[in-house]
C-alpha cells in the first residue's frame, strides 16, 4: 500500500502503474507478453472536482477518444465522497469494501456482508485486533491448538501410510528372493538397502 501526497497523486499513480506494467517482463521476453494491468488507488482526501468516489482513466486520442491501448487503467477512489449511510443494495462491487474501509457503522456490516461475503473475513480479522490482550492471548491458543492437533493427525497418517509401504517393499523382496532374482535388482524394484535384503535372504 502507497502513501500518497495530494499534490503529486497523479505523477505518482502513473509510476507505480509503470513499474507493475513493466514488471511483468523476465529479461529476453517480448512485449507481446505483456498484459493489462490495472492501477487502484484508495485516497483519504477529495481529488477530482466531481462528486464521484470512483474515476477511471485511460490513454484515448484526445479529439476523437478512439483508445490506443487498453493495457492502462489507473482508478481513483476517493473516500469522502462515499456517504457513509449510503449502504448499497446490489451486490458485489468496489463500494462494499470501501465503506467498511472509511469505517462504516457496525449496525451495517451485516448488510455489507451479504453484498460482499468476502468481507465477513476482513471484519472478522478487524474485530479480534479490536481486542484486549487476553482475549487475543486465548484466540491465538486456540488456533496453536487447532494447528497442532491437525500437524498431529496429519503425522499419524503419514507414518501408517509409511509403514504400509514398508511391509509390501519386504513382500516384494521375499517373493523375488524366492525366485532367486539378484540382491541388487531387488533393492532397485523394492528400494530398501541391500544389507536388509540379505538379512531377509539370511532368515528364509
Known amino acids: 500500500m502507497q502513501l500518497f501526497n495530494k499534490y503529486d497523486t497523479e505523477k505518482r499513480t502513473l509510476f507505480y502503474w509503470s513499474k507493475l506494467y513493466s514488471?511483468?517482463?523476465q529479461e529476453g521476453q517480448s512485449c507481446k507478453m505483456l498484459k493489462k494491468?490495472?492501477?487502484?488507488?484508495?485516497?483519504?482526501?477529495?481529488?477530482?472536482?466531481n462528486q464521484q468516489y470512483r474515476n477511471a482513466f485511460h490513454l484515448r486520442e484526445e479529439r476523437s477518444g478512439i483508445s490506443l491501448?487498453?493495457?492502462i487503467e489507473l482508478q481513483l477512489l476517493e473516500l469522502p465522497k462515499l456517504d457513509d449511510h449510503a449502504i448499497p443494495v446490489e451486490?458485489?462491487?468496489?463500494?462494499?469494501?470501501l465503506l467498511f474501509l472509511k469505517?462504516?457503522?457496525?449496525?451495517?456490516?451485516?448488510?455489507?456482508?451479504?453484498?460482499?461475503?468476502?468481507?465477513k473475513k476482513a471484519m472478522d480479522t478487524l474485530e479480534f485486533l479490536s481486542q484486549d490482550a487476553e482475549a487475543r492471548r486465548l484466540y491465538e491458543d486456540r488456533q496453536k491448538?487447532?494447528?497442532?492437533?491437525?500437524s498431529m493427525i496429519e503425522g499419524a497418517l503419514a507414518e501408517g501410510e509409511a509403514r504400509g509401504e514398508r511391509k509390501k517393499?519386504?513382500?516384494?523382496?521375499?517373493?523375488l528372493l524366492a525366485h532367486g532374482v539378484e540382491i541388487s535388482i531387488i533393492a532397485k524394484a523394492s528400494g530398501l538397502p541391500e544389507s536388509e535384503i540379505l538379512a531377509l535372504k539370511g532368515r528364509n
Open 69 to 71: 491501448v487498453d493495457n
Open 169 to 175: 517393499a519386504l513382500e516384494m523382496a521375499k517373493e
Open 91 to 97: 451486490s458485489g462491487g468496489p463500494v462494499n469494501w
Open 145 to 150: 491448538f487447532l494447528h497442532d492437533e491437525a
Open 37 to 49: 494491468c490495472v492501477a487502484i488507488n484508495i485516497l483519504n482526501y477529495s481529488f477530482q472536482s
Open 23 to 25: 514488471g511483468q517482463l
Open 103 to 119: 469505517g462504516a457503522d457496525k449496525s451495517n456490516w451485516e448488510v455489507l456482508t451479504m453484498n460482499e461475503p468476502v468481507l
